[in-house]
């Protein structure tokens, strides 16, 4: 499903292996049915961040010089979060939350530059505009009050781009003020990359037949990070009925067996990450999690990278 335009794209995967900066739910709308945040500022400051940022097999320095070529942006210093939040399934209604320096008044002035960029004015916002290979978003910059911060809204569609401006001058109401929110918000200590998704998956993605655990799953959150150099990824479905989370869980364990099995005759790092995850049940929730060591990690992924 394609979420962001073209250009936004590039920059969140661009920006992802990147410095702590918790999730502000007083900057997302109060109706978010979808929430992703990217916490870049505390992600380089993990161990295997930095290991697989030493080592040139993994090509992520490359990339980060690259990319200030291109945009003007050190990533590892100037990015402090990227939050992603949507009202509905349609793409183009979601936004984009970029917290960064006063290093992206230069970046817009590189887009000033280009052919597609213009100016527009909706509702009594001056919007940037910039069209790429067929495709425009529109921003609006925030300054920060006391500090050379900045925060970059960005979106597809001028109404939820207005939206979302709303709600970070405090004219619209926010997740924060939201008692009954549609999403979870309980990303973890540590915590580098959380997605809630308060839609039905089956409603939310285009899954084969044969995938009816789809159907079966009301809800989902994902939460990865680091903590003292331990790697962890947590994954919470929840159903709305028991009978439906035991299905779930079977489908999940089956996975998990036929993946080791595979496994079997591959390297042994995969096997090894195949053991390490756990799957538990709760009344309508299942959870799978995985915990491995940053440098028992980096050295298996050094390994499949070489196999």
């Known amino acids: 499903m394609k979420i962001l335009p073209a250009a936004l794209t590039a920059l969140l995967v661009a920006a992802a292996p990147l410095r702590a900066d918790v999730l502000d739910t007083s900057l997302v709308a109060a109706e978010a049915r979808l929430l992703i945040h990217a916490d870049v500022e505390r992600l380089v400051d993990t161990t295997l961040f930095k290991l697989m940022a030493a080592d040139p097999e993994f090509e992520i320095d490359e990339g980060l010089i690259e990319f200030q070529r291109e945009i003007g942006l050190d990533l590892t210093r100037d990015v402090r979060s990227i939050t992603i939040y949507g009202t509905s399934l349609e793409d183009e209604s979601f936004v984009g939350l970029i917290k960064t320096s006063s290093k992206l008044d230069t970046s817009i ?169 756990q799957v538990e049940r709760t009344g309508t929730l299942v959870t799978v999690s995985f915990r491995y060591g940053a440098r028992a990690l980096y050295e298996g992924l050094r390994e499949l990278a070489d196999h």
């Open 109 to 277: 002035q590189r887009l000033q530059q280009e052919d597609g960029y213009r100016s527009v004015d909706v509702d009594g916002y001056t919007l940037h505009s910039l069209n790429e290979g067929g495709e425009t978003w529109y921003g609006y910059v925030f300054h920060e009050k006391d500090g050379d911060g900045r925060l970059f809204v960005i979106s597809e569609r001028t109404d939820a781009l207005v939206k979302g401006i709303r709600v970070v001058d405090g004219s619209r109401r926010n997740l924060a003020e939201e008692p009954e929110p549609a999403v979870q918000l309980s990303p973890s200590y540590g915590s580098v990359f959380y997605l809630s998704v308060g839609i039905s998956v089956a409603n939310m993605m285009d899954f084969e037949p044969a995938s009816e655990v789809s159907k079966l799953v009301k809800s989902f959150t994902l939460d990865l990070g680091e903590e003292r150099e331990t790697v962890y990824a947590g994954l919470t479905l929840e159903s709305t009925e028991h009978e439906d989370s035991i299905k779930v869980q079977q489908v999940i364990q089956g996975g998990i067996a036929l993946l080791s099995l595979i496994s079997s005759g591959e390297a042994n790092a995969f096997q090894d990450f195949a053991n390490a995850l």
